[in-house]
């Protein structure tokens, strides 16, 4: 039996764009509800009373993100599919930028300082070459170069190195985390595209430096900004993310793809500024309406179970 379409909102601290996005989605009176969903201890098989769900916070919630893959499996669509998101991480992304001819830094993955207790070095490590070829590295990424955490978000994490002795003291520190290094991009600007649904972007002048938002129309030439529209398309594409940051620094006139594994990306009113945060609400109700109207699953493998058998609904604990 198929439910009436509703999104669920899926939240952390964020304060201001989930009031707004409710707001928006029940203004324009289309028959799809959305409110804030409420979980407890889950059954497995459980049924979930959502079409869509938009997450905000898995990514720091193990909880969320592990009820979220069996939403999934029951037949809700997720916004981001947390499959992807489980599986992404910023050399993958590197990867798929020159596959599909986005320009992008050249960027190595460097095999982990540290590792969990009972790993061997001399046994459990035994297909890693030893020493790490340092020399290569530099031969190939150049100095200044960035190291920073291949899983990481939110600028943590992330060192500018000036020489060798600077890498190798910034990825001695790296601890348990994989660490990649990038060719740092000297730019001559700096854009941050917010992409929703795989088809509309909005590029924004941002400045990393202060890390912050510049309103400014006139900040990119119109070919510029129609190559960083598309190349945010085809990158937000290729990955299947239906809300995504994509941002490019620009160096004579190309656009490097720097960073866009930003699932969860800043919607916040006070770093968006009015302007651009009022495009973000207004474009994610389309969205969620339109998705919760005609879902788009994302299961791994496998028939969904559409008549999932009878359970205690959300919220119901052990009885």
Request: proline share 8%; net charge negative.
């Amino acid at each position: 039996m198929s439910i009436e379409p509703r999104i669920g909102l899926l939240v952390g601290r964020e304060w201001s764009f989930p009031p707004a996005f409710l707001d928006a989605v029940s203004r324009r009176q289309s028959g799809v509800t959305a409110d804030y969903i409420k979980l407890d201890a889950t059954r497995m098989g459980q049924a979930v009373p959502y079409t869509l769900i938009i997450d905000r916070i898995s990514h720091e919630v193990g909880f969320y993100r592990t009820f979220l893959k069996h939403a999934t499996r029951m037949g809700v669509t997720v916004v981001n599919n947390p499959f992807m998101w489980s599986a992404d991480d910023k050399f993958y992304d590197a990867t798929l930028a020159i596959q599909h001819g986005v320009a992008h830094p050249k960027t190595m993955v460097l095999p982990n300082k540290d590792y969990i207790p009972g790993i061997s070095h001399t046994e459990s490590l035994r297909n890693l070459a030893y020493p790490l070829d340092w020399r290569g590295v530099a031969e190939h990424i150049g100095f200044p170069c960035v190291l920073k955490d291949a899983h990481g978000g939110g600028w943590r994490d992330v060192y500018i190195c000036q020489s060798m002795e600077e890498l190798i003291h910034h990825y001695n520190n790296s601890s348990l985390l994989t660490m990649v290094v990038q060719e740092f991009i000297k730019w001559d600007a700096y854009v941050r595209c917010m992409v929703l649904g795989r088809e509309h972007v909005l590029p924004m002048p941002y400045d990393p430096r202060e890390r912050r938002y510049i309103p400014d129309p006139g900040y990119l030439s119109q070919e510029l900004e129609a190559r960083c529209v598309r190349d945010a398309l085809t990158l937000c594409r290729a990955l299947g993310y239906d809300m995504n940051t994509v941002e490019f620094a620009v160096k004579d006139g190309i656009p490097y793809a720097i960073d866009f594994m930003n699932p969860a990306p800043d919607m916040d009113i006070n770093s968006l500024t009015p302007s651009y945060f009022e495009w973000v609400v207004e474009h994610m109700a389309d969205l969620a309406i339109a998705l919760a109207s005609a879902p788009r699953p994302a299961v791994p493998a496998g028939p969904i179970i559409t008549a999932p058998p009878v359970v205690a609904p959300i919220g119901a604990g052990p009885r």
